[in-house]
């Protein structure tokens, strides 16, 4: 079996990024024209070019498993145990598992009734965003401790906590703030999934633009 290039699938990682804002924009520039700003992003899979939505959350499953499997990669390349980290990966998993399943079973939209997959949707949606932001947080916080990952680490941490906040401001508002959390629960939702994102992105480049390129040229290859 053919090695796994850790830098080109990093590389996909990025493109996959990339794709997703690509479709995220054209999904909301066709009609029916929704608010983006009081709107979940998820309302986008609703409608005649709901397909565009449902794809994207495909695409936002797999670079998450690619970025998944890139980290595990790196992680036994530079002589780690995969135990060490095997809370961050499973709190990683089930964010990429989540999106894939998004993409199955679409919300309700606002003023609608609450339909079976619409609550399978929220449900998913809750744990997905839940366990990303952690997932994200404890990956982090395991690098520490190693020289290779230690330079990842010091922006990787700060972009984590950002990451959970966001996620907690988006989750919690609707409890705490209703009406703030009805004209801006859209953006805050893009807020949290944009710097979800981020975190991925940025951990991905660094190891292109700098681990990788010293200590690990290839993910499975054997010595």
């Known amino acids: 079996?053919?090695?796994?290039?850790?830098?080109?699938?990093?590389?996909?990682v990025l493109i996959g990024i990339v794709l997703y804002l690509i479709l995220d924009v054209v999904a909301q520039l066709l009609p029916p024209h929704y608010n983006w700003i009081t709107q979940?992003?998820?309302?986008?899979?609703?409608?005649?070019?709901g397909y565009i939505m449902a794809i994207n959350?495909?695409?936002?499953?797999?670079?998450?498993?690619?970025?998944?499997f890139a980290f595990m990669g790196t992680i036994r390349l530079i002589g780690e145990s995969l135990t060490r980290y095997s809370r961050g990966f499973l709190f990683f998993g089930a964010w990429s598992v989540g999106a894939l399943l998004l993409a199955f079973?679409?919300?309700d939209v606002p003023a609608t009734p609450i339909s079976w997959h619409g609550a399978i949707h929220l449900?998913?949606?809750?744990?997905?965003?839940?366990t990303g932001a952690i997932g994200a947080f404890v990956?982090?916080?395991?690098?520490k401790g190693n020289q290779t990952l230690q330079n990842v680490r010091r922006f990787a941490l700060p972009l984590a906590v950002l990451v959970v906040v966001f996620c907690l401001l988006e989750l919690l508002t609707p409890f705490i703030l209703p009406h703030l959390s009805a004209r801006f629960g859209g953006f805050l939702e893009r807020?949290?999934?944009g710097s979800m994102l981020a975190?991925?992105?940025?951990?991905?480049?660094y190891m292109i633009r700098h681990e990788l390129k010293k200590v690990l040229p290839t993910i499975g290859k054997k010595p």
């Open 1 to 12: 079996m053919e090695p796994i290039n850790g830098r080109r699938l990093y590389f996909i």
């Open 40 to 49: 979940a992003e998820s309302d986008l899979a609703v409608g005649p070019f």
């Open 57 to 68: 959350f495909l695409n936002r499953g797999l670079l998450s498993i690619a970025f998944l």
């Open 105 to 107: 079973f679409p919300t």
């Open 123 to 130: 449900i998913v949606a809750l744990i997905a965003f839940l």
């Open 139 to 143: 990956l982090s916080l395991e690098m």
């Open 191 to 193: 807020i949290f999934l």
């Open 199 to 205: 975190w991925i992105a940025a951990v991905s480049a």
